[in-house]
């Protein structure tokens, strides 16, 4: 039995506009039964003979229409598209070496990627500073920032597979001689606005931090608290965490991560990724493990078989990803759940639930690996895994495939209960939509007490940043790869909110953080009236929120985590 697709009135405006196929007069030439099917069939052609593959198609559809699971955008938009065009993988990562010629395959990369519809990664830590001698030319060097300004530029001028606009991960070592340039480099809206930028993190770094408060290590932390509370940018990859869960240390270190940050990965690699919908997992007030991990096991194999069918840009990225197979299965819907089972986002009973949920899809993914490495095979580089996977979990931000599940995005708080959210279309257009949390108005119309309401229904400046990293650094527990959350802070938070953030952050065990001061930016995604009336009041003035008088106090008396 097929289901009838589910998906609600806005999520089809969103197909219509950018994931269905279109006839030469732009109008689409699918509907949503048929591009699911096109879907399922396209991936279950990894299988071996005609009777798996009718098997698995029904399987894939089935859970796709139920909303159960759904892949990331490369994946919907391009499955079935006739070679070249049929990229899947929504995650990048690309080397760029400190000679010229290394710097222009880096950026023939990034286009050739962009255009089949992928995010890249680049850590520009190789390439010398400002201003250093150049011994071919007898000049100097015009340093990282102003290469990232024309892979920024490229960015503009290739939109991703004729749909989206391509998006990139710059990142540089704390150790490098321009790291302060870097961190200030989108200090000014406008400013390579294709780029999310973090600084790679070390723990020897972080400790002399901890040691020594009114030391250079915390006096350079305390700018790039500054700079993020400012702006949003730089965020923070911690790398030494990120190399003690790689699966493959003998290929390397891990040196960078996709645009944002969830997948770290070596050069040349991809992953492709698709998420869970937990709030589907919720049955008459009760989560159904028996329900997620049926759905893990479909949507493993589902990710592994888009490595298969997959028709990547270029022959190296092709043979890289079959080397170590890396696959990103999360989640999405994670405030949903909460509100449906009625349990508050910041507390211990959410954490000891995402700790069991997120560890039982690990488990099921694992068992599925193993069980594909009998059935299928193990690569060379993963017989000491013994699963034919190098990763298998990862949580991505989940923003446009949330909207079409009709869930919250990724493991983020609800960001209002009420909100207006601006939204891009293809031909640039931008349009708003006003949304309300169906699960509040359920509960308004079942009576439940004002107590229990503000107790449950809490929004993502509700929960203090602590509690975004303690969910965050819960989930990392069973995450393979790295998780992509946004710390939102209220306008008021202080330098040293961030600051204490950054230490959390570190002693939890995340690999990365970014922090987002509500109004620092004057384009903002999600709004509500009254923030928006707020951003626009401090905006009368050129000038941006005076950053608050006197130096972060930085009491960071923490032990290595």
């Known amino acids: 039995m097929l289901y009838k697709p589910s998906f609600s009135k806005s999520a089809q405006d969103i ?89 222009c395959e880096a950026l023939r990369k990034q286009m050739l990627i962009h255009k089949s519809g992928g995010g890249t990664g680049f850590n520009f830590s190789k390439l010398r500073y400002e201003g ?117 240390p ?21 992953c492709n990724l698709g998420s869970i ?49 890396k696959i990103g299965l999360g989640i999405m819907g994670w405030a949903d759940t909460l509100f449906q089972l009625r349990i508050a986002y910041d507390s211990d009973e959410a954490r000891a639930l995402a700790d069991k949920i997120m560890g039982t899809i690990h488990e099921e993914a694992i068992r599925v690996s193993e069980a594909l490495g009998v059935e299928k095979g193990i690569p060379a580089d993963l017989k000491h895994l013994n699963r034919r996977n190098a990763t298998l979990t990862c949580i991505a931000p989940t923003g446009t495939i949330a909207l079409l599940a009709d869930a919250s995005s990724g493991i983020e708080p609800l960001f209002a209960l009420e909100h207006t959210r601006l939204r891009t279309l293809t031909d640039g257009t931008k349009v708003s939509m006003k949304q309300k949390n169906r699960y509040y108005e359920e509960a308004l119309n079942e009576g439940l007490s004002e107590n229990e309401l503000k107790k449950v229904f809490v929004t993502s400046h509700d929960v203090a940043p602590s509690g975004h990293i303690k969910m965050q650094g819960i989930f990392q527990k069973h995450v393979d790869l790295a998780v992509s959350k946004t710390i939102n802070l209220v306008n008021s938070a202080t330098i040293q909110d961030v600051l204490d953030s950054y230490v959390l952050a570190w002693k939890e065990g995340c690999k990365g953080i970014t922090v987002y001061r509500d109004g620092s930016k004057s384009f903002q995604v999600l709004y509500t009236d009254a923030q928006k009336a707020e951003a626009d009041r401090q905006r009368t003035s050129a000038e941006k929120v005076p950053v608050p008088a006197g130096k972060p106090s930085l009491k960071l008396k923490l032990k290595k985590a």
């Open 15 to 103: 197909l219509k506009d950018r994931y269905y196929w279109k006839d030469s007069d732009g109008n689409p030439a699918e509907t949503a039964e048929q591009m699911l099917l096109r879907i399922a069939n396209h991936v279950a052609g990894a299988e071996k003979n005609e009777t798996l593959r009718t098997k698995w198609a029904d399987e894939y559809y089935n859970e796709m229409a139920q909303l159960n699971f759904l892949p990331n955008s490369p994946t919907i938009m391009n499955a079935g598209r006739p070679a070249p065009h049929g990229q899947l993988a929504a995650c990048f990562v690309i080397g760029i070496e400190d000679t010229m010629d290394g710097i």
């Open 132 to 248: 250093a001698r150049v011994n071919s030319t007898n000049g100097r060097a015009s340093g990282p920032i102003s290469f990232m300004s024309l892979f920024d530029k490229a960015t503009d001028t290739v939109q991703q597979g004729g749909m989206r606009r391509g998006a990139n991960m710059g990142i540089l070592n704390i150790d490098h001689h321009d790291i302060r340039k870097f961190i200030h480099c989108k200090d000014a809206d406008g400013v390579i606005t294709n780029f999310n930028i973090s600084v790679g993190m070390s723990d020897e770094f972080m400790q002399k931090v901890a040691d020594n408060p009114d030391g250079e290590e915390a006096a350079l932390l305390a700018e790039i608290a500054e700079s993020a509370w400012r702006t949003g940018d730089p965020g923070i990859l911690f790398m030494d965490a990120i190399n003690r869960d790689n699966p493959t």
């Open 250 to 270: 003998n290929l390397g270190p891990l040196e960078c991560t996709n645009p944002c940050g969830e997948s770290p990965l070596y050069a040349n690699e991809a």
């Open 277 to 325: 919908n937990l709030a589907k997992m919720v049955k008459n007030g009760t989560f159904d493990y028996a329900a997620l991990r049926r759905v893990t096991a479909v949507a493993t194999r589902f990710l592994d078989s888009v490595i298969d069918v997959n028709q990547y840009p270029l022959p190296e990225i092709s043979e890289s990803v079959r080397k170590t197979r």
